[in-house]
């Protein structure tokens, strides 16, 4: 296939995938011949007659597998985001020989004794190398034989499994959606809403998003369809249950071989947070004060209600207690919120404020669909630092979620600038203006964080650029970026109303502020429940098994004593995505680990004057700019200029 679109550079601006060109025939052979091609160039460099360098061998690898690179970038995108049939059934079929493929690589015996010969005076190449060494021992590179034979065939197994169970969710959401026939089972939600989920033969259909409390169940009036709504939610995907025990049995036994007590002391090694014991002690400071300030919640709930309610009346009973404690109405925010002036006089203003950066779209660059909006991004002075993509919109063929990646890394050995792009799950109305929820302007707002993390890259090799950090620090840039979406002149700057351009009454800002402090409980157990069950089947011992996926669930939760009937995990095990199907695995904790660094620097930004263009240019030069290109912590430290403490966290949530 010469004209396969893979087999060579993108011509357009920043090499964007041309998506136009790409159909489904183009990724098995171009998979093929990426992988051949990656395997013939690393076989040159291990059996180099040269004495080993940092160029003939780490920069080597670094220039080595362009296109198995780029299609895979292209392939798990649209996989994520804009799914087929033919799409999954690649997926399928790809995913284990790409582990394989991996193994291959890592487990080179002659390239490893290459790498460890390898010296350099450079402080980046010397990072880069540390990392190198870092991956290839945590391959497996100095087992035996007969282990790393076994390691292969686990890993393999363990990516079937990991497609399988994001297949079956993908499914799921739509297969085991909440069907209604009666509109008046819909009283809460909007027109808008109700047309958005109206199909043509005349059913409503509610599609499930990623977590368990769906955002209809603050609305829906009628009890009994909140009921079936969470329902639906809490045991979807039944057969990933059997999925999840397997993976993290096999995760156990991986972790044995390689030298690690668990999957979860493997995982954590490699993160800010080194032990175990560290992610432990922080968690164990939060449970406690959670789970009284959620109980406190509940009673208030239970006050409004006038009964005792039940776990799919809480987010519909937490909305009227904001109404009558606070006299505020999160739907009366919609109006206020449109998708378009979110992003380009909000999230985009805000950077421009801070980072002097500027955005244009280009409607000649397309997507791979049409919803997608491209925008070139501009530093101040107009030199041209990258492109920015924008998916917001959910559907049938989306995972849930939100999501940033790049299309393309930064890069100075290759001179490559940025492809960015954010993937959001908001309802597409069926005509008229896009509203938003509150909950979803932040999110826009958090997904920018990482777009900037990785636009902002200025790394010399892309195996350390932009968001290529441990995972416990990937969120740290995000978080922070959430502060602007309620501070005062950025906020009066896009939420304006849709018909009227008139500006959010300031009582309004004000009574969210204040309704914002209600419900921490709830959310942070929640959370916590989800990050503990994510830790309980990742320290399982090598051989240790379990019979019950539910049962162990429930007993994991009993013995952190997290377990409150009233607020289930935001994720259970059969539809716990981030750990089974993709990159979290022992590493949920991650998402308040990094809000422990993110408290700490919204204080600095408020201490030195917040939205201003110094601050910016600090946070870009000793952070977003530094990518995995050196210590994170260390970066961290050049920024805040000390380490980082758990008090702001604990004052930000209501646990002081």
Do not use: C
């Not at 939600?189 to 955002?215: C, K, M, S, W």
């Not at 380009?344 to 801070?354: E, I, K, P, Y």
């Not at 601050?615 to 995995?628: A, I, M, Q, T």
Request: aromatic residues 10%; proline residues 5%.
């Amino acid at each position: 296939m010469a004209e396969n679109p893979f087999f060579a550079p993108s011509s357009l601006p920043y090499q964007l995938p041309r998506f136009e060109e790409i159909s489904e025939e183009h990724y098995l052979p171009a998979f093929e011949r990426g992988m051949a091609d990656h395997l013939a160039e690393v076989d040159a460099i291990a059996n180099n007659p040269e004495a080993p360098t940092f160029d003939n061998t780490i920069a080597a690898l670094e220039r080595s597998g362009q296109i198995l690179n780029r299609t895979a970038t292209v392939f798990f995108s649209i996989a994520a985001s804009n799914s087929t049939d033919g799409i999954m059934a690649i997926e399928t079929e790809v995913s284990p020989r790409l582990t394989k493929h991996s193994d291959e690589v890592r487990l080179n015996r002659a390239l490893w004794e290459r790498i460890k010969r390898v010296t350099t005076e450079d402080a980046e190449e010397a990072w880069l190398l540390e990392k190198y060494r870092e991956d290839f021992i945590r391959a497996g590179a100095d087992l035996g034989e007969q282990e790393q034979a076994r390691l292969r065939e686990l890993n393999e197994e363990l990516s079937r499994l990991s497609t399988e169970f994001s297949q079956n969710l993908l499914k799921a959401s739509t297969e085991e959606a909440l069907v209604v026939t009666d509109p008046k089972e819909l009283d809460g939600f909007d027109e808008a809403q109700i047309a958005a989920i109206r199909q043509e033969d005349g059913r409503y259909v509610l599609p499930l998003l990623n977590f368990t409390n769906q955002p209809g169940l603050a609305q829906l009036t009628d009890r009994e369809t909140r009921r079936r709504l969470y329902t639906l939610s809490v045991e979807r995907a039944r057969p990933n249950l059997e999925l999840a025990v397997r993976m993290a049995t096999l995760r156990a036994e991986r972790a044995a071989l390689l030298g690690f007590p668990s999957h979860a002391a493997y995982v954590v090694a490699d993160q800010t947070a080194k032990t175990v014991e560290a992610v432990e002690e922080m968690l164990g400071q939060l449970v406690g004060p959670a789970v009284r300030n959620a109980r406190k919640e509940a009673e208030a709930l239970a006050e409004q209600a006038g009964f005792e309610i039940e776990p799919w009346d809480w987010s519909f009973y937490a909305e009227r207690v904001r109404k009558a404690r606070y006299d505020f109405d999160a739907d009366a925010m919609r109006p206020y919120f449109e998708l378009n002036r979110v992003f380009r006089d909000g999230v985009f203003h805000a950077a421009t404020q801070l980072y002097g950066v500027t955005f244009t779209e280009r409607p000649d660059l397309k997507g791979y669909h049409e919803d997608m909006t491209i925008f070139e991004v501009f530093n101040e002075d107009g030199s041209p630092l990258g492109l920015f993509a924008l998916d917001p919109y959910a559907r049938a063929t989306k995972r849930g979620g939100a999501w940033m990646n790049n299309l393309v890394d930064q890069s100075y050995l290759f001179g490559d600038k940025p492809v960015v792009m954010n993937n959001l799950n908001i309802t597409k109305p069926a005509s008229g203006p896009t509203l938003l929820t509150y909950d979803e302007v932040n999110t826009a707002f958090h997904e920018f964080g990482h777009a900037l993390h990785g636009l902002f890259s200025e790394v010399r090799y892309p195996r350390v650029s932009g968001t290529n950090v441990p995972r416990d620090f990937v969120e740290y840039p995000s978080q922070v970026n959430e502060m602007w979406t309620t501070w005062p002149e950025i906020l009066a700057n896009y939420a304006k109303h849709h018909e009227t351009g008139e500006p959010m009454p300031a009582e309004l800002v004000e009574k969210m502020k204040a309704a914002e402090k209600f419900n921490q409980g709830f959310m942070t157990v929640e959370y916590l429940a989800a990050t503990l069950l994510d830790w309980a089947w990742h320290r399982l011992a090598p051989g240790e098994s379990v019979a019950d996926a539910e049962a162990f669930e429930a007993a994991a939760l009993e013995a952190a004593q997290i377990a409150f009937p009233l607020v289930r995990p935001r994720y259970r095990t059969n539809y716990f995505a981030h750990i089974f199907a993709g990159g979290y695995s022992a590493g949920y904790y991650s998402y308040i680990w990094s809000e422990v660094l993110d408290a700490e620097s919204v204080e600095w930004f408020k201490e030195n004057g917040g939205l201003a263009r110094e601050n910016g240019d600090h946070f870009r030069k000793e952070l977003l700019s530094r990518g995995g290109g050196m210590d994170p912590l260390t970066a961290f430290r050049n920024f805040r200029g000390r380490d980082p403490r758990i008090e702001p966290l604990l004052k930000r949530r209501g646990l002081d």
